[in-house]
């Protein structure tokens, strides 16, 4: 089944403790995205990456970090949370040819107290 | 100016109604419209696709475009209770770039 995959879903956590929320695509995507979305404000995007090492910032990328080691992985770090990335979290990915139909995985709900 | 507008709702309908959703933008340049629903505690999904301008249909479902008025809408008719979501339109002017920007979404009740 073609799909992406987050882990964790759900994640409470301290402030200032790292964490990596992990994504993961079967579709053999080039462009892989990822989202925080708040009410209100909709989706923003923190980073994106057109393909293997190539990443860059988003609209929101303050506090993230992202890398893109291998096609189907793409992994977002958190070197130090903060209560301002309480959010919901969501990777994406598309054929780059294509980057109008995004694939969303399921979501992970991130709490930072 | 965002480049996106959309009307958050929240929209409640009683079940067999017609539905109208609505984006407007600003920027002349977007070639593609998209129509993404999002069921709660789900990622976002794609629902239909118009490349420029006119209509397209599909079951229920039917996205409408006017550049000229820089305007979109999708009409869902005969409204189900399973048509419950929030709607998330979004907009590209070209692809192999990351240009792709979302409205906020309207969260849709269908009232049994």
């Known amino acids: 089944e073609a799909q992406v995959t987050q882990n964790p879903r759900y994640l409470i956590t301290v402030t200032g403790k790292k964490l990596t929320v992990t994504c993961s695509q079967n579709?053999?995507?080039?462009?892989m995205s990822w989202y925080r979305q708040d009410p209100g404000l909709g989706l923003r995007q923190i980073y994106y990456?057109?393909?293997?090492?190539?990443?860059d910032k988003g609209d929101v990328p303050e506090g993230y970090k992202v890398s893109r080691k291998e096609k189907r992985n793409f992994p977002l770090i958190l070197e130090s949370p903060s209560p301002n990335q309480t959010s919901l979290y969501f990777c994406?990915?598309?054929?780059?040819?294509?980057?109008?139909?995004?694939?969303f995985g399921p979501g992970t709900r991130l709490t930072v107290t | 100016q965002k480049e996106v507008e959309q009307d958050p709702g929240p929209l409640s309908v009683p079940e067999g109604a017609i539905v109208s959703l609505n984006c407007t933008y600003s920027?002349?340049?977007?070639?593609?419209f998209m129509w993404y629903r999002q069921y709660s505690r789900k990622g976002p999904e794609l629902l239909m696709y118009?490349?420029?301008?006119g209509n397209k249909e599909d079951g229920r479902f039917t996205a409408q475009v006017d550049k000229s008025s820089k305007y979109i809408s999708l009409f869902i008719r005969d409204s189900q209770p399973s048509d419950s979501a929030t709607y998330l339109c979004?907009?590209?002017?070209?692809?192999?770039?990351?240009?792709?920007?979302f409205g906020t979404g309207t969260r849709l009740t269908v009232i049994p």
């Open positions: 994406a990915s598309s054929p780059l040819d294509s980057n109008y139909e995004q694939y």
């Open positions: 579709m053999n995507h080039e462009y």
């Open positions: 990456s057109m393909n293997v090492e190539v990443t």
């Open positions: 920027n002349s340049a977007f070639q593609y």
């Open positions: 118009t490349y420029s301008s």
């Open positions: 979004a907009m590209s002017d070209q692809t192999g770039a990351n240009n792709l920007f």
